[in-house]
């Protein structure tokens, strides 16, 4: 078989859609002849015919069908990227689409995204919230620009990538106004048996608040461990316990949920990553984010 010409080929295809030679003749402005020709010509380059005569009609035989369905699929995308170049930038939004950890607090999250909506261009979002286990596995098929985390890449991923340090700060403690007149005098050592809601295993910062409370010799009594930050602030607003949160969201904790401030440390600190798998990062939305996130940041501490 001799090499395929795609302009036979888009000829095959035009008739196929049209239904006819005559109509494809109208389509393309060529005489039938002409596209009657090229058709054969495709025949006899695949050695064997594509289409049945049926009585004044012609119909695709089976391999015509299969050669039909490779042809509109190769030709679809032609016109496809045809149009995607003609109404580039402004009719077509440019797609970003982000994988956040779910032990990374909403209101961060949505700061550190915030400044991609800056971007001249028209930008959509695509927001997916789960484990860093399942996101590293989206971010390897490229099913993700970039992982928002609040902590860098396990060592011993198997997964090729690059953590990008956004920004970090020290951690605020949260206490309902009743409770807070308990443990605010005397703080950090306060703490010690007081009631406390502990950040869920997959936190990153769980880890440095513990050996932070072995440090200072505090021993506080465990009254909730969770996973879903917002519960945990549920739990705090109802008196539960102290609990707490990255600095850099404290007076939005407290404008929002009605908590006092009991005190903050910078021993131990809150960390957001984007993780990539990119070494330099190159999407517009991901530049703005990496951009702007330490000044966020710093600014709000």
């Given at each position: ?43 006899e ?146 703490l ?20 932070w ?6 021993r ?19 008196g ?5 949160m ?56």
């Amino acid at each position: 078989m001799s090499a395929l010409n795609y302009k036979h080929l888009h000829y095959f295809w035009v008739v196929a859609k049209c239904g006819g030679i005559n109509r494809a003749s109208e389509q393309l402005h060529l005489t039938p002849q002409t596209i009657s020709g090229q058709v054969t010509m495709l025949e006899e380059a695949l050695g064997t015919p594509l289409f049945d005569r049926v009585g004044r009609r012609i119909e695709l035989n089976d391999t015509g069908r299969m050669v039909f369905s490779y042809a509109d699929e190769i030709f679809s995308l032609g016109e496809e990227l045809e149009d995607m170049l003609h109404h580039r930038p402004g009719d077509r939004p440019l797609q970003f689409t982000v994988g956040v950890v779910d032990s990374v607090q909403k209101s961060i999250a949505y700061m550190l995204l915030e400044p991609a909506l800056q971007l001249p261009e028209t930008l959509r979002i695509v927001c997916r919230e789960g484990k860093l286990s399942a996101l590293l596995a989206g971010l390897a098929i490229q099913s993700y620009d970039i992982v928002i985390a609040d902590g860098p890449m396990p060592p011993n991923s198997n997964v090729r990538g690059y953590s990008h340090l956004l920004g970090e700060c020290g951690i605020t403690f949260f206490a309902a106004p009743a409770l807070a007149r308990e443990v605010k005098k005397g703080f950090p050592h306060s703490l010690d048996s007081a009631p406390f809601l502990l950040p869920g295993e997959d936190a990153a910062v769980r880890p440095r608040l513990l050996k932070w409370f072995e440090r200072e010799r505090i021993r506080p009594h465990i009254a909730g461990e969770f996973d879903d930050g917002a519960l945990l602030k549920e739990f705090g607003e109802a008196g539960t316990g102290v609990f707490c949160m990255p600095s850099v969201v404290a007076q939005q904790i407290k404008r929002q949920y009605g908590v006092v401030e009991v005190g903050r440390t910078h021993d131990v600190n809150e960390q957001f990553y984007a993780i990539s798998i990119e070494r330099r990062l190159s999407h517009p939305a991901v530049v703005a984010i990496s951009s702007a996130a330490r000044k966020r940041i710093a600014s709000r501490k």
